[in-house]
């Protein structure tokens, strides 16, 4: 393994971790909610009524983060090499895991850890398990 030294960014990855621990602080604290993207877009999805607006407000800042960007630097390529069914069975397998797991990376992996949860350690660890071993299945065994 290389590492593209061109494309190695680590100040602007340093400060898109800081932000992200800063509004999952934020958002704890003011809230008293956990940033699982998949939980927050869940309850929009689900029509729960009442907390609504704080979970649209959240989503339409994760898109427009990209977008304020974009208006700076260029944004990258965005480069995809699998076919439409398999993004599809992707989509679907991610989406049944977070219902399995009650929750998502973001939500066990960024705010489940930092109050140190057993529950969110198993469950990370299992996403990075499962990311590792279906890397090298599709790398390693089946060459694509």
């Not at 427009?64 to 260029?74: E, K, Q, R, S, Y």
């Not at 140190?116 to 469950?123: D, E, F, G, M, V």
């Amino acid at each position: 393994m290389t590492i593209d030294w061109n494309a190695f960014t680590p100040y602007t990855a340093l400060a898109g971790g800081v932000l992200i621990g800063l509004a999952s602080a934020w958002l704890v604290l003011m809230n008293g909610r956990i940033a699982g993207i998949s939980g927050i877009l869940g309850g929009v999805l689900d029509g729960t009524k009442g907390d609504r607006s704080w979970r649209v407000a959240f989503i339409l800042g994760l898109l427009a983060g990209p977008a304020i960007w974009g208006l700076f630097h260029a944004l990258p390529a965005i480069e995809i090499r699998s076919s439409v069914p398999m993004l599809v069975a992707a989509g679907l397998m991610v989406g049944i895991g977070t219902r399995y797991a009650a929750g998502c990376t973001s939500g066990h992996g960024v705010c489940g850890l930092s109050r140190l949860s057993p529950r969110s350690l198993a469950a990370t660890m299992t996403f990075m398990a499962g990311g590792f071993a279906t890397v090298y299945v599709v790398r390693h065994l089946l060459g694509a």
